[in-house]
């Protein structure tokens, strides 16, 4: 269980974080940018989630989302270490293979697409596109993570598969897709 009684700890001052090891490491590492951007993301759906109380489903998936990245953020500040003390949180299959089913589940109710859309719309809409590009930065951090330091292959798998459920999840706030934007290609020339 996590207790937090202190907040301000002047720990971090120089410029240092610990990871869930207790291993000392730079605010600026590889690691630590990726789990700074999974809480972007998971700060990002936040504010969608202002925008999905009448969409009770879209709701639902979205907060299970926000819980599940919290795992993802423990299971990146968590090392691949043979000595570990403990079971670390890990993200596990069956949290990807839910994400591809939330994403077949919403995208079934929408129109295919006969053009690549803009973002915006509805307010929720607009939000979930701006998690996406988020994701999409989140996803990059953490393969490059991957690059220097072993990490769990799930986490790729669950940032990639929660990008598309980003984007239905923006067409399906956008009056399941009859809202969009849809880019008129070189219409400004």
Do not use: C
Not at 80 to 92: G, N
């Amino acid at each position: 269980m996590v207790r937090l009684d202190k907040i301000v700890t002047k720990a971090g001052d120089g410029g240092k974080t610990r990871l869930v090891t207790g291993e000392p490491v730079s605010k600026a590492s590889a690691r630590v940018a990726a789990y700074g951007a999974v809480d972007e993301v998971n700060s990002a759906i936040g504010v969608a989630r202002l925008h999905t109380n009448a969409k009770p489903t879209l709701d639902a998936i979205l907060e299970r989302v926000q819980n599940d990245l919290f795992d993802l953020g423990a299971d990146l500040a968590t090392p691949h270490a043979p000595d570990l003390k403990f079971e670390p949180l890990r993200i596990q299959p069956s949290q990807v293979d839910r994400l591809e089913a939330e994403v077949d589940q919403l995208n079934e109710q929408l129109e295919p697409l006969t053009s690549f859309i803009l973002p915006g719309g509805s307010p929720a809409a607009a939000h979930l596109h701006l998690a996406r590009a988020i994701a999409r930065r989140a996803e990059r951090d953490i393969v490059a993570l991957a690059d220097v330091e072993e990490i769990s292959p799930d986490a790729i798998k669950f940032m990639n598969r929660l990008s598309d459920l980003l984007f239905v999840a923006a067409r399906y706030a956008n009056d399941q897709g009859k809202a969009d934007l849809l880019w008129k290609p070189g219409a400004n020339r």
